[in-house]
């Protein structure tokens, strides 16, 4: 019987199956963090809460009615005069416009971005609102 004796040693190696799992594990959670972060361009406002609220994420324009009646159009404080041809370029482009107004704003002032905004022929206006809390939802059922 033969038995061999050939000690010499190996170099080291590096595993590549494990190395590609570290790193496809790294890619997954950095791709899920990403996609659960929300792009808020409007301003800080107390939205009103509403049973039927949707969550959309697409790519928006916010034009936000603060507790003072401000309007700002992304964060930048417009007139209401202004807001129609500023507005007019984005709507051509097919992006979404939300309005989101404080529950303390004037109503009337909300209603007036509204009619501006249909004077230049933007029907596709959504209002930003915030869900109810479930036990909520089932008091107002009862």
Do not use: W
């Amino acid at each position: 019987m033969k038995i061999n004796l050939d000690l010499r040693r190996k170099g080291p190696r590096i595993e590549m199956i494990p190395l590609i799992d570290v790193v496809f594990l790294l890619v997954v959670f950095f791709i899920y963090a990403m996609l659960s972060m929300v792009v808020h361009r409007g301003f800080k406002v107390d939205l009103p809460k509403t049973a039927t609220a949707e969550i959309d994420r697409k790519d928006y324009v916010s034009i936000s009615v603060d507790k003072d009646n401000r309007i700002l159009l992304n964060k930048a404080e417009v007139l209401i005069e202004d807001l129609s041809e500023k507005v007019k370029t984005i709507a051509e482009a097919g992006t979404n416009i939300f309005i989101n107004g404080d529950k303390e704003a004037d109503l009337g002032v909300v209603i007036s971005v509204l009619d501006t905004l249909r004077r230049d022929e933007i029907k596709e206006v959504y209002f930003e609102t915030q869900p109810l809390e479930k036990s909520t939802i089932e008091e107002l059922k009862d």
